[in-house]
DNA sequence: CATCAGTTTCAATTATTTCCGAAAATTGAG
DNA sequence: CTCAATTTTCGGAAATAATTGAAACTGATG
């Protein structure tokens, strides 16, 4: 009965991990750090290099190159086990916190440089008296208002606690 | 004088072109489909496909597709001129319009892929009886409910009107 | 200082996505 | 129906991104 429950846990546990991945790749991420994240995020323990490795059945530089990736979004933490020499890696598991680390990840990626562009131009096109040349003007002005718009809300929303989102929700869908 | 004005409203806009077909890499859409977007959303009138074509130096079937997709995401409209046989295209230009149909396209294309695969994890897993199991479904349980709640409220934002929003947005940021 | 476990880098390969160009299909006018 | 204008499709070329595998590096230990 025991490994029955281990084979369907392993199961779903590799679908999980499988499709997550797949889905990586709609969202920007690329398909290996998917894998590892969904691997990290449902793993009993902390897993090394090694057995990130093994389990996906991946090459050393790009496990490495992906764990490196997801330390620095801040989706894993580096762990080390006392009198081991090599790192251990563990996922951040609460949804929210992820949601946030991608969020804020996302708006550097995204918007921020939306909002240069878009500055850019209609500092450049400032002035230009041809009808032509208003109507682009206003159409920049548009976008870099809305851009700018989008940018606090981003802010604000990365910084969000789990229950204020709740909250807002709550209004929102009430 | 007009032609000076002429320039600098060609560099700005050719400059807006580059730059949002180049961003458009970073938010999965691909630089041609960003790149005619910008084009006709800058566009006095509205363009054919070889108008299109020429502005930006690219092949006919290249140009087709983009432009059909665009249409397809409801960014483009297709316009017919009496007399004529070919068909023009005209951008949406009202900034929160486009972002409303940009959300729910990727609410489609990101959230709801996500909330199936959650869904199906978190069946599959159902009453697993050792820890690891337990510990595995109540991850993608949780899982479940935040992306149904991101779902949701993904579904309310693409519906709201600018005017709620910007109301929305003063208690957020306020 | 030689060795060993482990980490990091990187040139080469492989996979994926985008794009071209030309041919095929469709459409409307005459 | 025929023809020319226009749209659509599609196989493969070109560009881009991901991945490998092996070598170089690091620093702790005897």
Redesign the pocket.
């Known amino acids: 009965m025991k490994v029955k429950a281990d084979d369907r846990l392993e199961q779903a546990r590799e679908e999980f991990i499988a499709q997550w991945g797949a889905m990586g ?1 709609q969202w920007g991420i ?4 998917a894998q590892i994240h969904a691997l990290l995020m449902t793993a009993a323990e902390p897993m ?3 057995e990130v490795m093994e389990a996906l ?10 764990l ?1 990736e997801l330390v620095a979004w801040g989706l894993l933490r580096v762990v080390v086990k006392k009198g ?4 251990y890696f563990e996922a951040e598991k609460d949804v929210w916190r992820i949601f946030t680390v991608v969020a804020r990840e996302r708006k550097r990626r995204e918007i921020d440089p939306a909002l240069e562009v878009v500055r850019r131009c209609a500092e450049e096109s400032r002035g230009i008296a041809t009808p032509e040349g208003r109507a682009f003007h206003e159409q920049m002005r548009q976008l870099e208002e809305f851009v700018e718009f989008a940018s606090r809300m981003a802010d604000r929303v990365a910084m969000m606690k789990h229950g204020f989102a709740i909250q807002m929700a709550a209004k929102l869908l009430g």
């Open positions: 790749t690329n398909r290996t750090m090394s290099t090694d059945e991946i090459s050393r530089g790009n496990a490495h190159a992906n490196k081991e020499r090599r790192e």
